[in-house]
């Protein structure tokens, strides 16, 4: 796995919410070269996933940049993306190594008892949370605490097994975050406001890029050693 700290999320919700056109934001998240990029793209169609996906792994190439889906292996796997990402109600681990062994895959974990299920399996990387409220989730698990992710993290990383706080994790908390994981998840925090969309797609972009180069500058300051 990559050694930059930041994991970002394109979610097609928070895009739309915002009035943001997903390829532009997507393309100027890759621009901006996080270690990772998550597409979440929850309810839309098999054929509008490929299609975005097909984009995201030319950019994701270009830059150097993981491309994971949300949920769907079968089509990280047609798509032709690093690997997936799974929740505790979707495909288990078992299944995506054995169904598609070329892909990595990410486990979402909320709890401790989640967190030490997930590593015995040794997925390519665990994420934990939420650490702090985050609104972009319509039902998001309740919050686990900065302290319970400081206890968990050392018992994944002994075990070779990189960790990814997610979760409310803004400009301003990321540098306490990243300083106890591998890996910090933004989704929110590197999306301009709402109506942001009507300035034009070049101002966009280049407000995507910025919050999200400030952003993972904030977190390489102070990642574990």
């Known amino acids: 796995m990559p050694g930059d700290p930041l994991y970002a999320i394109l979610d097609a919700d928070a895009c739309a919410l915002r009035g943001l056109p997903l390829p532009t934001v997507g393309e100027a998240l890759c621009r901006a070269e996080p270690a990772i990029l998550q597409l979440r793209a929850k309810g ?40 997936v990402h799974v929740g505790q109600q979707d495909q288990p681990i078992a299944s995506v190594r054995r169904h598609f062994p070329r892909l990595r895959v990410g486990v979402s974990t909320h709890s401790k008892e989640e967190f030490e299920r997930a590593i015995a399996e040794r997925p390519d990387y665990v994420a934990f949370g939420p650490v702090f409220a985050t609104g972009s989730k319509r039902e998001s698990e309740p919050v686990t605490g900065l302290d319970e992710l ?20 803004d400009l301003a908390r990321a540098p306490l975050v990243a300083s106890q994981v591998d890996y910090v998840a933004a989704i929110a925090a590197l999306l301009p406001p709402k109506g942001a969309g009507g300035a034009g797609e070049a101002s966009l972009a280049a407000a995507v ?17």
Request: hydrophobic share 45%; aromatic share 6%.
């Open 44 to 83: 839309r169609s098999a054929h509008e996933i490929l299609e975005w996906l097909s984009q995201l792994r030319v950019w994701t190439r270009l830059h150097g940049t993981l491309l994971f889906m949300n949920d769907r292996a079968d089509l990280a796997e047609l798509a032709g993306c690093d690997g």
């Open 209 to 225: 890029f910025d919050l999200t180069r400030a952003y993972a500058a904030a977190c390489r300051r102070t990642q574990p050693s």
């Open 150 to 169: 400081t206890r968990l993290a050392p018992r994944a990383r002994g075990l070779g097994v990189p960790v990814v706080a997610i979760g409310g994790i």
